[in-house]
């Protein structure tokens, strides 16, 4: 009996533990300013032990991340790219949630010179 339940007691906190690296995973925003219509983002981010990478809107159109940087002291992300266009992307924000799965990141999306409030939510 006491097998069992330090089973269930393992099998309960692997559950409610941090997943894995704060940034990896697939995360889905939508941009919008004014009265346009909301543009969808998708990341995809990955960490392989020393530096994050990934891609934006992944697919035939993806675009590189050029560089990412989490930053520990308040869980900051600073993400940069550029369109095939060339224009500059720059993505700051906060990581809420921390410990959950479905976590987010709240901040500042710049393309093309325009500023837009974004929340990303990993999914």
Do not use: C
Request: aromatic residues 6%; hydrophobic residues 40%.
């Amino acid at each position: 009996m006491s097998l069992v339940l330090s089973l269930i007691a393992v099998a309960h906190t692997s559950l409610h533990a941090q997943e894995g690296f704060p940034l990896d995973g697939t995360w889905r925003g939508q941009r919008q300013a004014g009265t346009e219509a909301p543009v969808t983002i998708v990341m995809v981010l990955e960490w392989d032990g020393k530096k994050v990478s990934g891609v934006i809107n992944p697919g035939p159109k993806s675009i590189p991340i050029a560089s990412a940087e989490l930053i520990p002291d308040g869980w900051r992300v600073k993400l940069e790219a550029h369109t095939k266009t060339g224009d500059a992307i720059s993505f700051t924000g906060v990581i809420g949630k921390l410990g959950a799965y479905d976590r987010t990141i709240t901040g500042t999306w710049i393309e093309d010179g325009r500023s837009y409030r974004v929340r990303m939510v990993r999914e």
